[in-house]
T-cell receptor
Framework: EAGVTQFPSHSVIEKGQTVTLRCDPI?????LYWYRRVMGKEIKFLLH????????ESGMPNNRFLAERTGGTYSTLKVQPAELEDSGVYFC????????????FGAGTRLSVL | GQNIDQPTEMTATEGAIVQINCTYQ??????LFWYQQHAGEAPTFLSY????GLEEKGRFSSFLSRSKGYSYLLLKELQMKDSASYLC?????????????FGSGTRLLVRP
């Protein structure tokens, strides 16, 4: 069974450009999370989908970030326009349920904004 | 507030035992998780505790004391491949989500 996959693995863009990150969760997992790790800091929560609905988006830094999960399968995270401080590694995780369900992580997308 | 502390780096010898500590302060505790992460790879689930006590999974064990806000990960019979970062994360249920709150990670170096 395939794990959580993220694309691209690495993206280099210039300040002001737009980037879209994609996450394919494990098949059948209704819960999908986005996290990010900026340089030297801990991994921090961004938002949580249950199927196609946003359950919690309290970690989204500002309105330059837009996450979608149309159809409740894969998710995209768009940053528009990108700023230097958006550089970091963006992780996606999925779980089969809420509560005590284990979250399985993808390898992340490393975003470099120049 | 929410705070998770773990040592930044540790070094141990192949074949030995190492204990990685984690202390936490969170408002909606619903379990503590340990992940292993090799550079450039996905964090991989190792173990979790919801109730106090020790959970054992092969060479890895994790302990939790909720009253003390304390956990540790014990790695036995260390192997070179155990060199990685170990992430302590608390599941926080204070909001409407099951988000994980991570510590900064402990970088473990296993020497021959």
């Amino acid at each position: 069974e395939a794990g959580v996959t993220q694309f691209p693995s690495h993206s280099v863009i210039e300040k002001g450009q737009t980037v879209t990150l994609r996450c394919d969760p494990i098949s059948g997992h209704d819960n999908l999370y986005w996290y990010r790790r900026v340089m030297g800091k801990e991994i921090k929560f961004l938002l949580h989908f249950v199927k196609e609905s946003k359950q919690d988006e309290s970690g989204m830094p500002n309105n330059r970030f837009l996450a979608e999960r149309t159809g409740g399968t894969y998710s995209t995270l768009k940053v528009q326009p990108a700023e230097l401080e958006d550089s970091g590694v963006y992780f996606c995780a999925s779980s089969q349920g809420g509560g005590l369900a284990i979250q399985y992580f993808g390898a992340g997308t490393r975003l470099s904004v120049l | 507030g929410q705070n998770i502390d773990q040592p930044t780096e540790m070094t141990a010898t192949e074949g030995a035992i190492v204990q990685i500590n984690c202390t936490y302060q969170t408002s909606g505790f619903n379990g503590l998780f340990w992940y292993q992460q090799h550079a450039g790879e996905a964090p991989t689930f190792l173990s979790y505790n919801v109730l106090d006590g020790l959970e054992e999974k092969g060479r890895f064990s994790s302990f939790l004391s909720r009253s003390k806000g304390y956990s540790y990960l014990l790695l036995k019979e260390l192997q070179m491949k155990d060199s990685a970062s170990y992430l302590c994360a608390v599941r926080d249920m204070s909001g409407s989500s099951y988000k994980l709150i991570f510590g900064s990670g402990t970088r473990l170096l296993v020497r021959p």
